[in-house]
């Protein structure tokens, strides 16, 4: 029995008036906007806004403190997303184990933080760093360490924002991992066992490649994650000290709602967008490839 035209479209009719209103609409008045000089005054006239070109992505590349933005992000990437996968992937090989106990409680106990509220985390992590009475710095002083100004410093404000966002994604990635691992035919571990093979050559060569999927997913989701570093750098550092924390997203934040340049700020989102994209296509290229 064909279902009737007129039902699907009024299944799915108000998903996408939903969508267009919300995402795709936004989207194209977005980029158009990156190619105009529109500020807090043309929201009220938009006749104040001119059309300049690429006049806003010009300035971008001439703007030192984009370049720096950048390169904290990257640098926020490339050291978080390693010690995320790796950090979720043992603790899922840990969980996943039949020689562990209360395994659900492991699972809720990861998991809780990356649905706690950031702004909540982020003061307890204040209060964690805090030079003069912060928990961290009180337990390095046990050992007799001098523990540093975590958030004045700026040598140590990156790394401190970092250790939040991996201790906040590992939860959800350790979800993900065990789910994968659960799906493994155990067959396959009983082969390699049969063979010789110790508990960690069966994690190189039955885990690994049997989590192929699932690592493609969390890489892919965790780059996407971190080039939009935002909140947790907003709240411990608002960007500082000295621009060291400085993000691509916390750069357009400003831009756009501090000092209301948002065909500006326009430009920054979809520049952002253009890394997300290539990186993304570098990603699923290389899983091609191996395929």
């Known amino acids: 029995m064909k279902t009737p035209l007129r039902s699907i479209i009024g299944f799915i009719g108000p998903s996408i008036i939903l969508l267009l209103i919300f995402m795709l609409i936004p989207i194209v008045v977005s980029l158009v906007i990156s190619f105009t000089d529109f500020d807090v005054y043309a929201i009220y006239d938009w006749g104040r806004a001119s059309f300049i070109g690429f006049e806003n992505y010009v300035n971008l590349m001439q703007e030192p403190l984009f370049w ?8 926020a990437l490339v050291v978080a997303m390693p010690l995320t996968v790796v950090l979720a992937l043992s603790f ?5 184990r039949e020689a562990t106990y209360f395994k659900n409680f492991f699972k809720v106990s990861f998991y809780l933080p990356s649905i706690t509220n ?4 982020a003061i307890v992590w204040a209060w964690m760093l805090n030079p003069d009475y912060g928990l961290i710095n009180w337990f390095l002083g046990l050992f007799g360490i001098q523990g540093p100004n975590w958030l004045g410093d700026p040598l140590w404000a990156m790394p401190s924002v970092i250790m939040l966002v991996v201790w906040k994604a590992v939860g959800y990635n350790v979800i993900l991992f065990t789910a994968g691992l659960q799906n493994i035919p155990d067959y396959l571990y ?16 039955v885990t690994i490649p049997s989590l192929r999927p699932t690592i493609f997913f969390v890489t892919v989701m965790t780059v996407i994650g971190y080039l939009q570093l935002f909140e947790e750098p907003y709240m411990l550092t608002a ?17 756009g709602f501090r000092f209301f340049k948002l065909g500006y700020a326009s430009s920054i989102a979809f520049m952002l967008f253009l890394m997300i994209f290539a990186l993304t296509y570098i990603q699923m290229s290389a899983r091609r490839s191996e395929v």
């Open 68 to 75: 720096r933005a950048l390169l904290n992000t990257l640098y």
């Open 92 to 96: 899922a090989a840990l969980i996943n």
């Open 118 to 121: 950031t702004v909540a985390i």
């Open 190 to 205: 009983e082969a390699a066992e049969l063979d010789g093979a110790s508990k960690f050559q069966q994690f190189l060569h």
């Open 239 to 255: 960007g500082g000290p000295l621009n060291s924390t400085l993000s691509i997203v916390l750069y357009l934040y400003r831009q």
